[in-house]
């Protein structure tokens, strides 16, 4: 079996298990067409550095976690929109390079998306090329704002060209 797809069933099985149902009697029901729509925005949006929309998204109390080697800078729970626009965007901003990127599937249950692809960068820390891995990330929609961005990637690949000697 190839690592991405280990990586994509993993994802996949993460993903199962994690999504909230409605419980028996709950009368709120959730689309899960709006849910995608409102990530893939805010996907977009993140992509595009367009800050304004990313905020327009985000809830207040939204959190950005990113799995990882603790000794990266941008590694870690972000919590707070103000601490997210303004700690962790210009901080991991500065951090890498995308120089490829792939959304390759995207699928959403009631009030949580899952976007699965590919990308590679270069880390401005030591100028290493991380080369291509997969990255994953949960999403969690909450009255058409994002609450959370759960992102998970090859962390080994991110901190060996972050600790690249230059």
Do not use: C
């Amino acid at each position: 079996m190839t690592k991405k797809t280990l990586l994509i069933g993993l994802a996949s099985l993460f993903a199962l298990f994690q999504l909230t149902t409605v419980q028996a009697g709950d009368s709120k029901t959730v689309d899960s067409t709006k849910t995608l729509e409102t990530a893939q925005a805010f996907l977009w949006a993140a992509g595009s550095g367009d800050m304004e929309k990313l905020k327009s998204l985000m809830s207040d109390d939204f959190v950005w976690h990113n799995e990882g080697d603790k000794s990266l800078p941008w590694i870690g729970n972000w919590e707070g929109k103000d601490t997210v626009l303004n700690k962790f965007f210009p901080e991991f901003g500065t951090a890498l390079k995308t120089t490829s990127w792939t959304t390759d599937y995207s699928f959403a249950h009631e009030n949580q998306a899952v976007f699965m692809g590919t990308m590679s960068a270069i880390l401005n820390h030591s100028g290493e090329d991380t080369g291509k891995f997969s990255w994953a990330v949960r999403v969690q929609v909450e009255d058409g704002k994002v609450k959370s961005w759960n992102w998970l990637e090859d962390s080994y690949a991110i901190s060996k060209a972050y600790h690249a000697k230059k």
